[in-house]
């Protein structure tokens, strides 16, 4: 049986002319004021709850609110919560 040919192959490298330079926008960390929203919503989110539970009588438009105390108390955190993706 007659032996196969050996090809050698040139280490392929692509045109320096065909590169165009890409400028990184340099991102530095986030606002102190943003942290201090973020964390203020989560915090007031926490509260609303507790202020819900644990007032005897009820705020007056907390008890016209309902069951919705609930939607207002966790949506203020979920948008805190939301805020830590964007937080740097």
Same mark, same amino acid.
């Given at each position: 049986?007659? *032996?196969? +040919?050996?090809?050698? *192959?040139? $280490?392929?490298?692509?045109?320096?002319? &065909? &590169?165009?330079?890409? +400028?990184? *926008? @340099?991102? %530095?960390?986030?606002?102190?004021?943003?942290?201090?929203?973020? !964390?203020?919503?989560?915090?007031? %989110? !926490?509260?609303?709850?507790? @202020?819900?539970?644990?007032? /005897?009588?009820?705020? /007056? $438009?907390?008890?016209?609110?309902? @069951?919705?105390?609930? !939607?207002?108390?966790? @949506? !203020?955190?979920?948008?805190?919560?939301?805020?830590?993706? +964007?937080?740097?």
């Amino acid at each position: 049986m007659p *032996k196969s +040919k050996v090809r050698k *192959k040139t $280490v392929y490298t692509p045109p320096t002319d &065909r &590169r165009t330079p890409v +400028k990184v *926008k @340099a991102v %530095g960390p986030s606002h102190p004021v943003y942290v201090t929203i973020m !964390l203020g919503m989560m915090l007031l %989110g !926490l509260a609303w709850l507790v @202020a819900y539970y644990l007032v /005897p009588n009820g705020i /007056p $438009v907390m008890e016209s609110l309902g @069951a919705w105390n609930f !939607l207002i108390g966790f @949506a !203020l955190m979920i948008i805190g919560l939301l805020m830590t993706m +964007k937080w740097r």
